[in-house]
């Protein structure tokens, strides 16, 4: 299958680790223009030397918890350089607790780095898609959109809005051959699930290694999966080969989530 990416350029958020990572790579690897997003200047500058050096590839320093700040600096990078085709939005999660001890300002921190973020960059990015009549906007959200995880209050209220605000994008963009996506990863072998696994296994008395094949057995493939398998679903959301697909969810959860 050809995706048609070669010299698109496309934005990822959260590209120094994990599944942010992996889609960096594998898009340039497909011959895309990446635009690294983090804010770790060093990490970024790590990142950018692993991506093949023979595109046109580059970073923004950019901190989630400044929307405006954010829109601002993405928005020089266009007009100094060029637009993107592809925004591939991918924010950290908030802490895990349950939904009744959680405080107002982690509710207010979560919409701003997932909800207001998505929303500046989308206002930032889909002029130029429009005039290109192509873009794809992909956002690593959560299985919890379709099934809440207990445990994660904050998170399973944030990413549920996250996918109706999705939604509602999509049909607003479709016309201008732009399409809105999410991925929903299940457990994945990043930093995050290893926080996860430890609060986990010091909450019920057993060690990280017994927790991660608990963890494992709740998903039928019996295992986890790698960043790459991830990257893998949202590279092809961001490609020509996907262009009749819109406003869906989809897991990558190794058949874990029990709804439709």
Same mark, same amino acid.
């Given at each position: 299958m050809n995706l048609n990416l070669n010299n698109k350029n496309a934005l990822v958020c959260g590209s120094t680790q994990g599944i942010g990572k992996a889609t960096a790579m594998l @898009? %340039?690897?497909e011959g895309v223009n990446v635009t690294l997003v983090a804010r770790n200047r060093e990490k970024l500058k790590a990142v950018l030397a692993e991506l093949p050096q023979h595109r046109n590839h580059s970073y923004i320093v950019a901190d989630f918890?400044?929307? *405006? /700040?954010l829109q601002e600096?993405?928005?020089?990078f266009i007009d100094d350089n060029h637009g993107f085709h592809i925004v591939v939005n991918n924010t950290g999660g908030? *802490?895990?607790?349950?939904? @009744? $001890? %959680?405080?107002?300002? /982690?509710?207010e921190n979560a919409f701003t780095m997932h909800i207001k973020c998505n929303h500046v960059l989308a206002q930032a990015t889909i002029p130029f898609m429009k005039e290109e009549g192509f873009g794809r906007i992909v956002n690593i959200i959560s299985t919890s959109v379709k099934e809440p995880i207990p445990g994660l209050g904050v998170s399973n209220t944030t990413r549920g809005a996250v996918g109706n605000w999705s939604k509602t994008l999509s049909t607003e963009v %479709?016309?201008?051959g732009i399409t809105v996506n999410n991925v929903l990863p299940g457990f994945t072998e990043t930093e995050r699930l290893n926080e996860i696994i430890n609060i986990k296994a010091?909450? /019920?008395? *057993? $060690?990280?290694e017994d927790m991660a094949e608990i963890m494992k057995n709740y998903a039928p493939a019996k295992r986890f999966a790698s960043a790459e398998e991830v990257a893998n679903a949202i590279v092809f959301l961001a490609s020509e080969a996907a262009s009749y697909i819109t406003g869906i969810n989809v897991p990558v959860d190794g058949g874990r989530t029990k709804s439709l």
């Open positions: @898009l %340039a690897a918890s400044n929307p *405006r /700040e600096q993405v928005i020089k908030p *802490r895990s607790g349950d939904i @009744l $001890t %959680a405080s107002l300002d /982690e509710f %479709a016309p201008f010091n909450i /019920e008395g *057993r $060690t990280p």
